[in-house]
């Protein structure tokens, strides 16, 4: 299994700054999401970060709003750059782990981090 | 792109109820998934499927590849069991996953 926190848990911003969100797992993965989920919407995919290498971005999302940085196997950041209250939002990592004897594939999801932009 | 489908939406029901949470979608896949999340945010996963049915406890996941739809079955419900239940599915690999809007059920004493 894993474990994921991430920081800050939730936070109040005001519009045009900027806010890192921390995504720390407690074993090495390969790749990590992130997320989005706006109120009363489903969850989004942001874009996939793999260490080493850029994130790959899903469509509607950009890596000037939304850089992502993936220094090592265990830890990743998201910042949404330049906010409105349009980015209002739950965020939330993902990671994928292989279970049991490579049988299945289990989501884990860290805690979410909830900003509120004024 | 693939486009999940929930059915219902919204699901009220009485203690002890067998409930159904219904979930299709429109491209082939490599895994589904059940996912619940709680008031707050966080989120359990449930279930993944690839085929045939999983059972936990009181939870039962069923897909059917050809027809592209999975099933979620609550047996003997509680109101801890009220939650919001999502469905997602994903290609695989870098894939991540693609959402249902989630279905809220609620179980009243």
Known sequence: SAVISQKPSRDICQRGTSLTIQCQVDSQVTMMFWYRQQPGQSLTLIATANQGSEA???SGFVIDKFPISRPNLTFS????SNMSPEDSSIYLCSVELTQGTGSY???FFGPGTRL??? | KNEVEQSPQNLTAQEGEFITINCSYSVGISALHWLQQ???GGIVSLFMLSSGKKKHGRLIATINIQEKHSSLHITASHPRDSAV???AVTGGGADGLTF???THLI???
Request: net charge negative; with cysteine; aromatic share 8%.
């Open chain 1, 105 to 107: 594939n289990e989501q």
């Open chain 1, 116 to 118: 509120t932009v004024l």
């Open chain 2, 107 to 109: 179980i009243q004493p």
């Open chain 2, 100 to 102: 249902g809007k989630g």
């Open chain 1, 77 to 80: 950041t998201l910042t949404v």
């Open chain 2, 38 to 40: 709680h008031p707050g």
């Open chain 2, 85 to 87: 239940y999502i469905c």
């Open chain 1, 56 to 58: 790959t971005y899903e």
